[in-house]
């Protein structure tokens, strides 16, 4: 029987490279997305009264949205 010789050919260097890199982007924003995510639980149950649990909140929006930022700045960058 003879395989099929509809592989994919190698990817270059540069491809591997930039995906390399995309991959690394994405798991920063996950690292730091978890981190945000963390740190403003802990602030919320720590908090004194309701304006600190909400500044917790919206702290914690803000940091997980700079991070998907940050990643999707960099992946604009590459490609």
Do not use: W
Not at 21 to 46: H, M, N, P, R, W
Request: contains cysteine.
């Amino acid at each position: 029987m003879e395989e099929s010789s509809s592989t994919t050919p190698p990817a270059t260097g540069g491809a591997v490279k930039n995906r390399c890199l995309s991959f690394a982007a994405s798991s920063q924003e996950c690292f730091v997305y978890f981190k945000a995510s963390v740190l403003g639980l802990v602030k919320k149950i720590t908090a004194k009264n309701e304006k600190e649990a909400t500044d917790a909140d919206l702290q914690t929006a803000k940091m997980q949205v700079e991070a998907a930022d940050n990643a999707e700045a960099i992946k604009n960058r590459l490609h």
